[in-house]
C-alpha cells in the first residue's frame, strides 16, 4: 500500500511569491490534513479536507488556503508569503470517522520543505 | 482547548539503554497517536493506543485514558532511535490533532 506522497520536496520562493504544495492520500482515506512545522513552534494544525470539503481550519491567516479534489488529493495554497512562512508542511490522510466511534489514526507524507528568501 | 504535555524535553541515552516518555493531556480522548521525526523530518506512526497496551518490537506504549497520561517504552535503545517523539491527541471536537512539543532522544554509541 503506497503511503501519503507529497510534492515537491523542496520548494523555494521569494517574499511575496505564491507557493502551492500537493499531496496525494492513501489509498481508501477520503480526509486530508495540513500541518506547520516552523522552527520552535511545534507541529500546528492548519487544514481538514474530508469529501472534497473544508471542514476545520487552524489559527492562520486567509492567505493559507487550499482544496480537496474528487480523488481526495489535496493541494495547499499561500499567498503574499511571509518570511515566517519558511517550515515543513506536513500532509495526513485518515479513513472517515464513523459517528459513535473513535478518532481514525492519521498517517503522515514526508513534508515539503518551504524556504522562504 | 486540549493541552498536551511530554517529558522529559530532552534525553541522551548510551546505547542499549532503555528508556520511558511520558505524554499528559488535560481532557478525555477517544484516540491517542505516538510518532517518532527522525533527522529528516519524517513523521513514523509508532502507535495508534486510545487505551491499553501495545507493543510493536523493542516499543511498547501504554495509555490510561481515566487518568490521562500515556507512556512510550524503548528498551535496548539504538542510534537510529534518535530523533524527536511527539504523542498527539485529537483537539476541541474535531479531527485535528494536537500535539506535544516532544522529547528529543538522542542515543549515543
Known amino acids: 500500500e503506497a503511503g501519503v506522497t507529497q510534492s515537491p520536496t523542496h520548494l523555494i520562493k521569494t517574499r511575496g511569491q505564491q507557493a502551492t504544495l500537493r499531496c496525494s492520500p492513501i489509498?481508501?482515506?477520503?480526509?486530508v490534513y495540513w500541518y506547520q512545522q516552523a522552527l520552535g513552534l511545534g507541529l500546528q494544525f492548519l487544514l481538514w479536507y474530508d469529501e472534497g470539503e473544508e471542514r476545520n481550519r487552524g489559527n492562520f491567516p486567509p492567505r493559507f488556503s487550499g482544496r480537496q479534489f474528487p480523488n481526495y488529493s489535496s493541494e495547499l495554497n499561500v499567498n503574499a508569503l511571509e518570511l515566517e512562512d519558511s517550515a515543513l508542511y506536513l500532509c495526513?490522510?485518515?479513513?472517515?470517522?464513523?459517528?459513535?466511534?473513535?478518532?481514525?489514526?492519521?498517517?503522515f507524507g514526508d513534508g515539503t520543505r518551504l524556504s522562504i528568501l | 482547548g486540549i493541552q498536551v504535555e511530554q517529558s522529559p524535553p530532552d534525553l541522551i541515552l548510551q546505547e542499549g539503554a532503555n528508556s520511558t516518555l511520558r505524554c499528559n493531556f488535560s481532557d478525555s480522548v477517544n484516540n491517542l497517536q505516538w510518532f517518532h521525526q527522525n533527522p529528516w523530518g519524517q513523521l513514523i506512526n509508532l502507535f495508534y493506543i486510545p487505551s491499553g497496551t501495545k507493543q510493536n518490537g523493542r516499543l511498547s506504549a501504554t495509555t490510561v485514558a481515566t487518568e490521562r497520561y500515556s507512556l512510550l517504552y524503548i528498551s535496548s535503545s539504538q542510534t537510529t532511535d534518535s530523533g524527536v517523539y511527539f504523542c498527539a491527541v485529537p483537539g476541541g471536537g474535531s479531527e485535528k490533532l494536537v500535539f506535544g512539543k516532544g522529547t528529543k532522544l538522542t542515543v549515543n554509541p
Open positions: 495526513a490522510s485518515s479513513r472517515r470517522k464513523k459517528t459513535g466511534y473513535s478518532n481514525q489514526p492519521q498517517h
Open positions: 489509498s481508501g482515506h477520503t480526509s
